[in-house]
């Protein structure tokens, strides 16, 4: 019993070095099994030793714990993720925040290549690119190929803000929702930010009238 | 000849002509309908007929006029039958204190559920964390949540064992555990 | 959209509201052939067009009660209508991928034949209108056919005025560019 105490003792001195760890043990040791769990911190240890946001990788072991995957699949998973938020990291540069990062990660997983995120990074001087890296990626997953909603959201990336990036994915969204194919409707909604003054110098809407209609 | 505008003129024209359907169409609007109970006066929340086929989440977002960043809405209204104009952008800033989280309501429209929980980034994946109230009458579940911006993957757990995502937000395109996930934006930093 | 006998569509709704199922005939037969004529445009057939049009009053009438203005109950159908064709439009694209093969030669041969007439034109455009997307047809037919105002479109289709100036303006340059083709002989 001694000897197991002591080195209970010493096991508990080691986590509580860092009480972030402590915390993020504490949800791990709840939810997964020990085999995974070992595997998992080993994940978070490299991470964190690399300067990486671990809050993702922990989120996603204990997303795969509550949907019941096997440990096989939830180390995998983490592994995966933690290798695209390295690769994110590299291609941002140094200076990039937790949460730029993870969006970049999402990015890469859905097909932008590490130069665009750089690109994204030179386009945005000063700006956070986490919402720009968001909106690539949900444009993917509306069926925009990753070539195209990258073009897409580089061409707005100088004069559009977190909110402009949004209001546009959401435009889009709507647009392939109402039945437009993913590329049309990216189309037309770049053109609409594009070009809305345009729109504007249409004038003020008049009923259509028999005969030729006014020229634009 | 080579007149397109002129052509597109006299195409309006055309098709400005009134167009008559089969009357029997009366007939046959007249027999659906026949069945049918008499329609009430309801609110705006949607009822669940028979062209929602799945449950469908509503998700409305009081914007938050945040001190130092832009004041941002995640409004999105999962309508396929729009009897209204659908709600614009709501940008009105509310009394709340800079550092305060925005707030963000989920909604859930799923009759037949007997328990609804939203489950994502932001509790830890816990399926019990945050339960959703239904209402038994029009089975929609609604859960308000404060959020940090961020980007957060979440689906809907319904009766403990059925993942739902929502078919109005972006699809989360890592899907590691075969159970499809939403992601929610929330910008602001 | 002008309702020139919104009080009778009133009284219709009221009826109606108040358990009598058959003053919704009424209604039926006033708006039918406005719908129809809108869905024969936008769906390029009959039988698609009559199906969107007996669904949409069926909808109509499920919802009834959510009808904020009956003196403005054309305008209110017709946004169901114009619903009721994206979702049956898309699920016949879906379906059916028919290609008619050369037919810009068909409208070349139709236009020659007797340039003037009514019918030739009536081919060229309901052909022209076909190839068009979607959306950009809807906004066109809209503001031309229709002969909505910006802000009736805007509340019918629930997209931004600039938007939908944009489609229109799109529809135009697109179908003069289609319809010059036929006519550049």
Redesign the interface.
């Known amino acids: 019993m001694r000897p197991l105490r002591s080195a209970c003792a010493l096991v508990l001195a080691t986590t509580m070095l860092t009480g972030v760890a402590a915390a993020q043990d504490a949800r791990l040791a709840a939810r997964l099994s020990p085999g995974a769990r070992a595997d998992v911190e080993a994940v978070l240890d490299s991470a964190r030793r690399d300067g990486l946001p671990v809050e993702p990788i922990v989120d996603r072991a204990l997303e795969g714990a509550t949907k019941g995957a096997d440990d096989t699949r939830i180390v995998a998973a983490v592994r995966r993720l933690a290798a695209d938020l390295a690769a994110a990291r590299d291609a941002f540069g140094p200076g990039v925040a937790d949460a730029e990062i993870a969006a970049g990660a999402s990015a890469l997983r859905a097909g932008a290549r590490g130069q665009d995120l750089a690109s994204l990074r030179t386009a945005r001087p000063g700006q956070s690119v986490t919402v720009a890296a968001a909106v690539l990626t949900d444009l993917v997953a509306l069926g925009v190929p990753p070539d195209t909603a990258t073009a897409a959201v580089l061409a707005l990336a100088a004069r559009a803000d977190d909110a402009t990036y949004l209001a546009f994915r959401r435009n889009v969204e709507r647009d392939v929702a109402l039945g437009a194919t993913p590329v049309a409707a990216l189309t037309y909604r770049l053109v609409t930010e594009g070009t809305a003054q345009l729109g504007d110098a249409l004038g003020p809407s008049t009923p259509a009238s028999p005969g030729r209609p006014r020229k634009p | 000849?080579?007149?397109?505008?002129g052509?597109?003129?006299?195409?309006?024209?055309?098709?400005?002509?009134?167009?008559?359907?089969?009357?029997q169409?009366?007939a046959?609007?007249?027999a659906?309908?026949?069945g049918?109970p008499?329609?009430?006066?309801?609110g705006p929340f949607l009822r669940a007929?028979d062209?929602l086929i799945r449950p469908r989440p509503i998700r409305i977002r009081p914007a938050v006029a945040l001190a130092a960043?832009?004041?941002?809405?995640?409004?999105?209204v999962g309508l396929?039958?729009?009897?209204?104009?659908?709600p614009s952008?709501q940008t009105t800033p509310t009394a709340t204190a800079a550092r305060e989280a925005p707030t963000v309501r989920f909604m859930l429209v799923a009759p037949s559920a007997t328990t609804v929980s939203l489950?994502g980034?932001f509790n830890?994946?816990?399926?019990d964390a945050t339960p959703m109230e239904g209402t038994v009458t029009d089975g929609l579940w609604t859960v308000t949540v404060p959020l940090q911006?961020?980007?957060y993957?979440y689906a809907f757990l319904v009766d403990g064992a059925t993942?739902v995502p929502d078919p109005?937000a972006?699809?989360?395109?890592?899907d590691?555990?075969?159970?499809p996930?939403s992601?929610l934006?929330i910008?602001?930093? | 959209m002008v309702d020139r006998n919104h009080t009778a569509d009133a009284d219709h709704i009221r009826r109606v509201l108040a358990g009598d199922s058959g003053a919704f005939a009424g209604l039926v037969a006033r708006y039918r052939d406005r719908l129809g004529r809108y869905a024969v445009r936008m769906l390029g057939n009959r039988a698609d067009a009559e199906d969107a049009v007996q669904e949409t009053f069926v909808r109509a009438y499920r919802s009834l009660g959510r009808c904020t203005d009956p003196d403005r109950f054309g305008a209110w159908v017709f946004g169901i209508l114009v619903n009721r064709c994206r979702t049956i439009g898309a699920q016949r694209a879906r379906r059916e991928r028919v290609q008619i093969a050369d037919e810009s030669a068909v409208l070349r041969a139709a236009v020659q034949d007797d340039p003037a007439g009514r019918q030739a034109v009536r081919e060229a455009i309901t052909a022209a209108l076909a190839k068009v997307a979607p959306m950009l047809r809807e906004a066109f037919l809209l503001k031309f056919v229709e002969e909505l105002s910006y802000e009736e479109m805007a509340d019918v289709t629930g997209a931004s005025v600039p938007a939908l100036k944009m489609r229109v303006l799109r529809a135009r340059t697109e179908l003069q560019r289609l319809l010059g083709d036929v006519t550049d002989v």
Request: no cysteine; hydrophobic share 45%; glycine share 8%.
């Open positions: 000849m080579s007149d397109p505008n052509m597109l003129d006299r195409g309006i024209e055309v098709l400005r002509e009134p167009v008559v359907l089969d009357h169409i009366d046959r609007v007249m659906a309908i026949a049918l008499t329609p009430a006066r309801s007929g062209w960043a832009a004041a941002l809405v995640v409004a999105v396929r039958e729009r009897t209204e104009p659908p952008l489950v980034d830890d994946w816990a399926a911006p961020g980007r993957r993942w109005d972006p699809r989360a395109l890592d590691d555990f075969g159970r996930n992601v934006t910008g602001g930093t």
